[in-house]
């Protein structure tokens, strides 16, 4: 059945099956992310998440410009443009000054991607970068992990504040470990969290969502120094070692693999990101790339101190989400 290349039918099983089961679960993992952080701090940053129809929205008004916390999910749904839900959901982040990022499949014949295309255009969006979506199934790995990095499992919070860290540099924010939204995941039932380390010290750290029908990688994340050094394609094998005995125990009710998204230029497939490149290595494949939307600078609100930072071509770095 080539539910990747056959937008009727990911349209006709939607939300249960193939391209609609990976997207709903993506739905999934915002909630999942901020079940952690404690009631004060979705509360003191302004964490909330909307729906408007099939659209969900969630936003962090203490980081405007964080397209992590910042997402406009499912406007190329059914009902989404025509139904006005788009509309309603674009006026509530753009008065918010909000650098929202919002992926819209590439095939306008899916669901309402066309129309929702249309409405974005209109509005003056913008066609920043893409993210791809990748799978694979849970056939053994068959590379080795780097000699000399060892991969640990954190199954309570002892070293939650390293792990907070590692991840927190992917994304240049570290007033995420202070909040929780990173250190409180360890010990927590439904994500898999991993630090990676070799004779030096620690050198990266992941997450994999454990969701019942289909585990996803999340996130992965290191410091420039510790690049180069095998820690990321050493994380991608233990997730896969796990998912494998996971499934073997039968804690899935689809148990076909693992999943995950990038966040890639807009020249994707032919443009990839180190990280995508080494799921690539993983045994990963493409199996769709939509298109990443952002309001028109106009319409996004200053933020105070906002630093570029420079892109690191190793293939290793796979640091933010993967």
Avoid at 73 to 91: F, N, P, Q, S, V
Avoid at 103 to 118: N, T, Y
Avoid at 124 to 144: I, K, M, N
Wanted: with cysteine; proline share 6%.
């Amino acid at each position: 059945m080539d539910w990747e290349n056959d937008p009727e039918l990911g349209l006709l099983f939607g939300d249960i099956a193939g391209l609609g089961k990976l997207y709903a679960l993506e739905r999934v993992e915002q909630i999942e992310l901020w079940r952690v952080p404690p009631a004060e701090v979705i509360d003191e940053d302004g964490i909330e998440i909307r729906h408007f129809g099939p659209i969900r929205v969630s936003v962090n008004r203490a980081r405007p410009h964080r397209h992590l916390f910042n997402l406009i999910l499912g406007a190329d749904r059914l009902g989404a443009a025509a139904d006005g839900h788009l509309a309603e959901a674009l006026a509530w982040v753009e008065s918010l000054g909000l650098d929202c990022r919002l992926p819209l499949r590439r095939q306008p014949e899916f669901g309402e991607s066309g129309a929702a295309e249309d409405h974005l255009n209109h509005r003056g969006y913008r066609r920043t970068g893409a993210q791809a979506t990748w799978v694979r199934g849970l056939e053994p790995p068959d590379f080795q992990p780097p000699a000399g990095v060892e991969v640990e499992e954190l199954v309570d919070e002892s070293n939650a504040e390293t792990f907070g860290i590692f991840l927190e540099a992917g994304y240049g924010d570290a007033g995420w470990v202070d909040s929780g939204v990173f250190v409180g995941l360890p010990g927590q039932r439904e994500w898999r969290c991993y630090l990676a380390s070799d004779e030096s010290g620690t050198i990266a750290a992941g997450a994999m969502l454990m969701h019942y029908e289909m585990p996803q990688l999340v996130f992965a994340g290191n410091i420039e120094e510790t690049r180069g050094r095998g820690a990321c394609k050493a994380l991608l094998r233990r997730c896969i070692e796990d998912v494998r005995v996971a499934s073997q125990q039968r804690r899935f009710s689809v148990p076909d693999g693992i999943f995950a998204f990038t966040d890639e230029p807009l020249g994707c497939p032919d443009d990839l990101s180190p990280g995508a490149r080494n799921l690539v290595h993983a045994g990963f494949r493409l199996v769709d790339v939509r298109d990443v939307w952002q309001p028109p600078e106009e319409l996004i609100a200053e933020e105070d101190a906002v630093e570029d930072e420079d892109e690191d071509e190793d293939e290793d770095d796979a640091a933010g989400m993967l």
